[in-house]
């Protein structure tokens, strides 16, 4: 059992959690995961660290509302006890120890970026986060990450906040006028970090994604994960969650993710209904 | 001379049809009369060869006889002294090829059924009141940390906690139980025996943590450090699963069997979406191997309302791995077998989901590595069989996380921990492995051996660590 000690609205439908972890937050690495489960009836589901705190003994996850465990998460309150949480799973981020890194987040993926910002820096790392949202109102973690970076750049789909556009679109501008950044991250839904991949393949820049395929165990048990990485299979859940953007089969990866989009929507559904 | 009944007293079990859209468990098991009928039927040999065939040595001419004269009481205390799981065994082990496999009937007639007496015992004892499990006559100070909760790990955990050790048992997952759990259907092993056991060990004085995955939750070094474990045991099992290689692998719908048991064993999505865990549950399935896992998944797709659901497997049905019963159960209950066909491919439909396995048809040629004959594909035999949801059963490798994750734990070149037959000693002083990741996948019964044999290593090793201790004037610990 793991306590929810804090629950911040950072949107209407993505909620942060600050949890009760011990073991977890003293061996957390930037980059892992945890996995959840909330019932005797519930699935498990991987979430990102976005933060751990071994002094306090405590993780940070940021959760968006999108089906139904999703939303079983979002509606946890302070004090409520999760059921099974295991972790710190997967491999920390590779990560250099000079230069200038552009950590690019969508939507929920501002929060998955905000661990790697501070390792970054802490290695001594020059820091551009690029963070984008639907509209003004979803950008998330403004508080955390910007004072995290040395330099934050935000946009949006419908312009109401800094650039007018997607994440990839910003990078490409900033890199066409020469931005020196020697690596890249980007976290979070899978056409952003494919659309990203896109746009540092030409210059060859150094592009990890965070990758968040079905998963069941976490452990490397099950293969329900696997994503073809460079033509080999590689399980997200004890390889990654972090590879090189420019040898991910995206399309696969695409495909695999909506295995089961019918199930989901039937258990979203059922949930409503009641 | 008695008459000795030259066929095995028939185990009842459940209507081949009607079980085809039911999780219970199939093999109902003997009645008295039953189990005294096969019991009589043991010629109690002077040198019972089939004791030799035990890889935990139960005496089983004793037990039988003990069973055959009625006192069943007597059976069980003569199992329990050597195996800790005989519901479990007697349901899942392949006794063919073990202690049924040396018995002096065979040749002329059936053998004994030693595997159904076994459970027969077993069964009756967990309907007989319990007196509550006795604790260990004499506490001893230090404690041992047991790392997965598969066979091997609860039978180390159970000597050690009759020893007298305060015995910590680590899992990953959210359940107690390993394969036992989240590998074996509910219609060959019924969970409530794995949770009976798991009781019984609690009654001993044995924790158990679940969501602890050793390796990244703690390391082997702090269990052996700061958190005060004399010793550890590694059963952390072969858990890593084997995939074809070929083209197609990743399409939608084709799941390791690891996976797909999981699903339907652990997560229990054969009631989604009362469950929240899906698993899909197509019209054709065809699960590529034909080991125990190969049976259950075939069996567990008949289940989930297969109407064709095919083995492939690339040898003959004598090459097969799997036990002779669940080989039979499974052709009852409507499986189909395409034997000597090997897979190519895998096809996809324009959604990514797979429609068909393109397979090469096999001839057998000299005999390979593991003894058996080689299947050599025969050119311009390709066929194409359909299937919406492909299950692959090839095995699986050693779980990586422990030695990825231990500074001195030597592996083997195939990841397996390299660890002493006879204890379970690895390379890391104070660090015992046995099961699946000492041996590779093997079975439930010779992991629950090597749990055993390491319990009495790690014994032996504690208590001269401790003398040494005293010796050095220090009270406890490994530094």
Known sequence: ?274 | MPIVYPAKTAMPQLDPVARRALWDEVAVGYTVERALAEARRCVQCQDPLCEQGCPVGVPIRDFIRRVALGDFAGASDLIRLKNVLPAICGRVCPVEHQCERLCATLGRLDPVGIGRLERFVADWERAQPRDGGAPAVERQPEKVAIVGSGPAGLTAASDLAQLGYGVTVYEALHAIGGVLRYGIPEFRLPKAIVDEDVERLRGLGVDFETNVVVGKTVTIDELLGPLGYSAVFVGTGAGSPVFLGIPGENLKCVYSANEYLTRVNLMRAYSFPDYDTPVKRPAKAIVIGAGDTAMDAVRVSIRLGAEEARIVYRRSEREMGARAEDYRRASEEGAIFEWLTMPTRFLGDDEGRVRAVECLRTELGEPDESGRRRPVPVPGSEIVLEANLVVIALGTNPNPLVPQTTAGLETDRHGCVVADPETGATSRPGVFAGGDIATGAATVILAMGAGRRAATAIHSYVQSSRQKGSDNGHGHGLG
Request: glycine share 10%; charged share 25%.
């Open chain 1, 1 to 274: 059992m793991a306590t929810v000690l804090e629950k911040r609205e950072l949107t209407p439908v993505t909620k942060l959690f600050v949890v009760d972890a011990p073991l977890v937050a003293e061996h957390a690495q930037p980059g892992q995961f945890v996995i959840m489960r909330l019932d005797p009836h519930g699935e498990r589901v991987p979430i990102s660290l976005t933060d751990f705190d071994p002094a306090r003994g405590t993780v940070t996850l940021v959760v968006q509302q999108v089906g139904k465990t999703s939303g079983m998460i979002c509606s946890l309150e302070e004090g409520d006890e999760v059921l099974d949480l295991a972790g710190p799973l997967g491999c920390a981020a590779p990560f250099p120890d000079d230069g200038h890194a552009v950590l690019v987040g969508g939507g929920f993926g501002a929060g998955a970026v905000y661990p790697l910002a501070r390792e970054l820096r802490r290695r001594g790392v020059r820091i551009t986060s690029i963070v984008g949202a639907r509209t003004a109102e979803l950008v998330i973690l403004r508080d955390l990450l910007e004072p995290a970076s040395d330099e934050y750049l935000v946009c949006t789909d419908d312009g109401s906040v800094g650039y007018h556009g997607f994440t990839a679109a910003l990078l490409g501008d900033e890199l066409a006028k020469g931005a020196p950044y020697t690596v890249c991250y980007a976290v979070g839904p899978v056409a952003m970090m494919r659309a990203v991949a896109e746009t540092t393949r030409p210059s060859g820049l150094k592009t990890f994604v965070s990758l968040d395929p079905i998963m069941l165990d976490g452990t490397g048990m099950c293969g329900a994960c696997r994503v073809t990485v460079g033509g080999e299979t590689k399980f997200a859940c004890v390889d990654g969650p972090f590879f090189d953007a420019h040898e991910v089969a995206f399309d696969e990866a695409v495909v695999r993710s909506k295995m089961y989009v019918d199930e989901e929507r039937l258990a979203l559904e059922l949930a409503e209904a009641t």
